[in-house]
């Protein structure tokens, strides 16, 4: 969108050069690389969506089309991390274009040029555009901004003009996807007696006694699983074992520490530019042009503390004094100098509970004003205002306790700013303070403070020379050079003494390797170009040399004995399983609960006074739907459940009391809800059913 104020400026905007260079910046060194089409490799499918195979080129068009829009709302070029998103926005724009046209076209769903006019100039303007032109002075949509605009395009080069014409596909395409999301979401529909079902499930309670015992009450030595029994069980229960393409790495990671050198040379360096600053007279400009701090120049408003590592060394700074260099957790050197200290505007802190009322009007808002009023009685009489405001605030604040930081008056609306700005003491304000939102209990935590600072914070980060680089580069190049194979790779890291760390099941799309971020190289390398056993060349990241072993590959397929993790999933199941047939045995015929914790000391025994038949958790047990489902199937008191397998443990009941839902006469408000939850969820279940009937197939990991 800011294509349109450049447009309206007459500024213009050379697409085509930018073009080429953009596909360069987007691909990187893909371009030149193994999978390169302009070196001749036939591998130029990045994925198959639908039985379509999508090119290279196509894809990369995509991008281009995605990280300039992304230019534009922006106005600066993506980094890595963003580049990353565009990418995969990309790919899924991709498989809504071609999962969904197909829908489309059989449904004959349009934008008819009538509808697009009305969605960019006429009476219904989309949201995009409506944000994007607003006047600053009102704040609201400007149509003379878009007129301007729209008319400049009739003049505006054609590069320009093919940019709006894509921003305007872009719009119909997302207006086809909410007509065919709203087409399925309309037409949900609960039956009454859906409804009364989902009244049933709502409102009848149990009152239940319940004991669980832990699968390891039981010893493993009493329930031995064999290697045929895991392979049996494995082959019975595919579905839980299916595994998708992953590698195994173990790797040799060479951090780039700077050394004893680097830090005195980077201290000398810091100990100069703070004797400078000592002496300039114009500390922000110094700071500023010197200070590798990410803000060399801050304003300390009242209430707010100074840097930790400035608060930790030194008790009470004095005005224009050079305070350091001091070493930080961050590896670098830093030295504070407070240039200005005055009686600014002020801030307090203060708590507060809201009861939200915005909307309402008559008796129901009154029913808000009375329950406020109750909730600070009850604030009065506990003392507790934070857990008062975790349990009944109605804002984000209510998580933590109600707290909403230091503020200056202006922050808030004028009631609640004069209100708590009035109070001249700390604890609560003993009346109940209405603003626009509703209903405010307040607790005053930290009365007004005036004092304002100015802090120049002159920072150096403590990084290896290139001469150290230089060295551990050559140290990871001798490893890797004498590393031919996981035996040689193994003893050479332990001869040098260096740690071998490992990366299982490391997908195809990774980017990191455990914490390691940056890594996507070295996957690359795994999936594309290594062989089990190889040793790769060096690899470098920001902060370390890297060599690395591919030492596993898994493809995409039925899980085996032979993988690991999936032995061991299987073999802790299936001594689950011969644990709680175990556990059954041993409590057959005992007909208490306490009989049972007798068999079982390490068993628990709970109650659930107002379990639900919607619920799917035991309070204090865990998810437990089986064992749920048993218990509203009971119907005398003392009743007991048999014993129930969950992945908890097993679990046995006992029925106190069942209250059944009471009878109404209309269910409409549960067939609705039931409808608007569906219909809620349309959207995502579409996606999800048409990703896998399309059968989406994605190899961009061997070209990103």
């Not at 070029?77 to 076209?105: C, D, G, H, T």
């Not at 895991?230 to 992953?246: L, P």
């Not at 038949?613 to 009743?639: D, Y």
């Not at 006992?654 to 219909?679: F, G, H, V």
């Amino acid at each position: 969108m800011a294509l349109i104020k450049q447009i309206r400026q007459r500024t213009g905007l050379a697409i085509g050069v930018i073009a080429v260079g953009l596909i360069f910046f987007l691909v990187g060194g893909d371009i030149l690389g193994p999978n390169s089409m302009i070196l001749g490799s036939s591998r130029t499918t990045v994925g198959e969506i639908a039985g379509e195979d999508i090119s290279y080129d196509e894809y990369v068009q995509k991008i281009e089309q995605t990280k300039m829009s992304f230019q534009q709302n922006t106005g600066r070029n993506p980094n890595e991390n963003e580049l990353s998103s565009i990418r995969e926005q990309a790919w899924q724009a991709l498989i809504v274009e071609k999962i969904f046209s197909q829908q489309y076209e059989e449904l004959g769903m349009v934008v008819s040029d009538e509808e697009l006019v009305d969605m960019v100039q006429g009476k219904n303007i989309i949201g995009e555009l409506r944000r994007q032109l607003t006047n600053p002075q009102t704040g609201e949509f400007d149509r003379e901004q878009l007129v301007t605009f729209l008319q400049s395009l009739q003049t505006a080069d054609p590069q320009q003009q093919m940019f709006w014409a894509q921003q305007e596909k872009l719009f119909a395409d997302s207006r086809l996807r909410i007509k065919y999301d709203n087409l399925l979401a309309t037409s949900e529909y609960a039956t009454s007696a859906e409804g009364k079902l989902q009244h049933k499930m709502a409102n009848t309670i149990a009152d239940v006694r319940h004991i669980q015992i832990p699968y390891y009450s039981v010893s493993d030595s009493l329930v031995p699983v064999t290697d045929s029994e895991v392979r049996s069980y494995i082959s019975k229960h595919q579905e839980k074992f299916k595994v998708t393409e992953s590698r195994g790495l173990s790797y040799v990671r060479f951090p780039l520490y700077p050394s004893a050198e680097d830090s005195a040379a980077t201290l000398e360096q810091m100990n100069g530019l703070v004797a400078e600053l000592k002496e300039t007279s114009n500390d922000s400009a110094f700071v500023v042009r010197n200070s590798e701090a990410q803000n060399p120049f801050l304003t300390i408003n009242p209430g707010d503390p100074l840097p930790v590592n400035f608060s930790n060394n030194v008790d009470e700074p004095e005005v224009d004094v050079v305070y350091g260099p001091f070493l930080t957790n961050n590896s670098s050197y830093v030295a504070y100098k407070i240039t200005d200290r005055y009686e600014g505007a002020p801030r307090m802190r203060a708590s507060h509970i809201l009861l939200n009322a915005e909307g309402l009007e008559g008796e129901a808002k009154e029913q808000v004003r009375e329950r406020a009023q109750e909730v600070l009685e009850e604030v009065n009489e506990t003392g507790n205002f934070e857990v008062a405001a975790a349990q009944y605030g109605e804002d984000a604040t209510s998580q933590r306790g109600g707290d909403l930081g230091w503020f200056f008056r202006d922050d808030f609306v004028t009631e609640f700013a004069d209100a708590v700005f009035g109070a001249r003491s700390l604890g609560v304000i003993n009346r109940i303070v209405e603003t626009e939102y509703g209903f405010h209990i307040i607790k005053v935590t930290e009365l007004p403070k005036t004092e304002t600072q100015k802090l120049a914070i002159l920072e150096l980060e403590l990084i290896a020379s290139d001469i150290t680089r230089n060295d551990i580069f050559r140290n990871a190049d001798y490893f890797a050079a004498n590393s031919t194979n996981e035996s040689t790779f193994d003893a050479n890291a332990e001869k040098e003494g260096y740690q071998v760390l490992t990366a299982i099941n490391v997908g195809p799309t990774a980017r990191s390797l455990n914490n390691m971020t940056g890594a996507r190289e070295i996957v690359r390398w795994a999936f594309n170009d290594a062989s089990l056993g190889s040793v790769s060349d060096v690899f470098e990241l920001d902060d370390a040399y890297v060599v690395a072993l591919l030492s596993s590959e898994t493809e995409e397929g039925d899980g085996t004995i032979a993988n690991p993790e999936i032995r061991a999933q299987a073999t802790t199941q299936l001594k689950n399983e011969k644990k709680a047939a175990y556990i059954k045995e041993k409590i057959a015929g005992l007909e208490t609960l306490d009989a049972i914790k007798e068999v079982f000391p390490d068993a628990s025994i709970g109650s659930t006074p107002d379990l639900r038949m919607n619920a799917s958790v035991l309070p204090g047990v865990g998810f437990a739907p089986k064992a749920v489902g048993a218990i509203f199937g009971l119907r005398e008191s003392g009743e007991m459940t048999d014993p129930i397998q969950e992945d908890i443990g097993v679990i046995v009941a006992q029925l106190n009391d069942l209250i059944p839902a009471p009878e109404i006469a209309d269910y409409t408000r549960y067939q609705n809800e039931i409808t608007t939850n569906a219909s809620q969820r349309t959207g995502y279940m579409i996606m999800m059913a048409m990703e896998e009937l399309a059968d989406v197939k994605d190899y961009r990991y061997k070209f990103f």
